[in-house]
């Protein structure tokens, strides 16, 4: 499924995202640090896992079992500590931070091509490696409170899906519901289940999991979406209706045109995650 090529790469996809998103000057400076930072952050684990003999060995029986068990994963290649979509988001505020300040440092004469935004890259290694240093020792305590909270949510029964939508509709004016249903669709704060012996973590990942597993759908991977499908598939389809509706009639084509070419795009895809 092409839909799991941007779920499969959440961490990176935010990394770069983020930054430059929060970026106000030289956004592509901030794409390459993004991408760059991340790179680093994770080889860097993957150096500290190995130099600390905690690299669980992909040769071993059961590796996939004992590589989720020791709270590793495999990113772009590397195996590297599972930090799911907060190494992500944590990586590109670091860059965007670094990027704010560095694009207005101006270097000595002889080293003048590498000032401003060329600087930034080059900054950031080190920087991310510090970081790196940082998740190695304190992202294990993180990651476990992490799990007691998640046991808590799954546990909460209807209470805890309340609580959550009326959290994320309170922040929505402000675009901060993100904030809140991100880390339960993509981290194990939406629950870990496991589909064909896999575990997959946050409720949209087991979800994609479950549509190609032959089983039934666990309503526990749903309920924080129950009742938001009708808007899925035809929310957009009412807001281009409305646009055409209240367009000038001498742009009511051009109109119909676009909002048309929208709802055919999207309405599938929201169609079959839905369904």
């Known amino acids: 499924m092409l839909g799991s090529v941007a779920f499969d790469n959440l ?36 150096f500290l896992l190995s130099a600390s003999g905690k690299l669980v060995d992909t ?5 996939s079992a004992l590589i989720a068990k020791s709270m590793q994963t ?24 670094v990027h704010k300040r560095a694009i207005k440092i101006q270097v000595p004469q002889v080293f003048g091509f590498f000032s401003g935004p060329r600087l930034v890259p080059i900054l950031i290694i080190p920087v991310m490696a510090i970081v790196a240093v940082g998740f190695f020792f304190i992202w294990p305590l993180l990651q476990q409170g992490i799990n007691v909270l998640s046991e808590l949510i799954l546990k909460s029964g209807y209470i805890g899906t309340f609580a959550y939508g009326v959290i994320e509709r309170l922040l929505l004016p402000f675009g901060l519901h993100h904030g809140v249903n991100w880390p339960v669709r993509t981290t194990p704060l939406g629950g870990v289940f496991n589909i064909d012996g896999v575990d997959y973590a946050g409720t949209v990942n087991a979800y994609m999991a ?5 089983g039934a759908i666990d309503p526990m991977i749903t309920r924080f979406s129950s009742g938001k499908f009708v808007m899925n598939m035809f929310g957009l389809a009412g807001a281009a209706l409305a646009m055409y509706v209240t367009a000038k009639p001498k742009n009511k084509k051009n109109c119909g045109f676009i909002v048309i070419d929208g709802c055919t795009d999207s309405f599938p895809n929201r169609y079959y995650r839905a369904t």
């Open 11 to 46: 961490p990176v996809v935010f990394a770069v995202g983020v930054a430059v998103g929060l970026a106000k000057h030289e956004k592509g400076s901030a794409a390459l640090s993004g991408l760059l930072g991340f790179l680093v952050l994770h080889n860097t684990l993957n």
């Open 59 to 63: 040769s071993a029986e059961n590796a």
């Open 74 to 97: 495999t990113v772009l290649g590397i195996q590297t500590m599972d930090l799911n979509v907060f190494g992500g988001i944590i990586t590109g505020v670091i860059v965007y931070l």
């Open 210 to 214: 479950a549509l190609g597993s032959n």
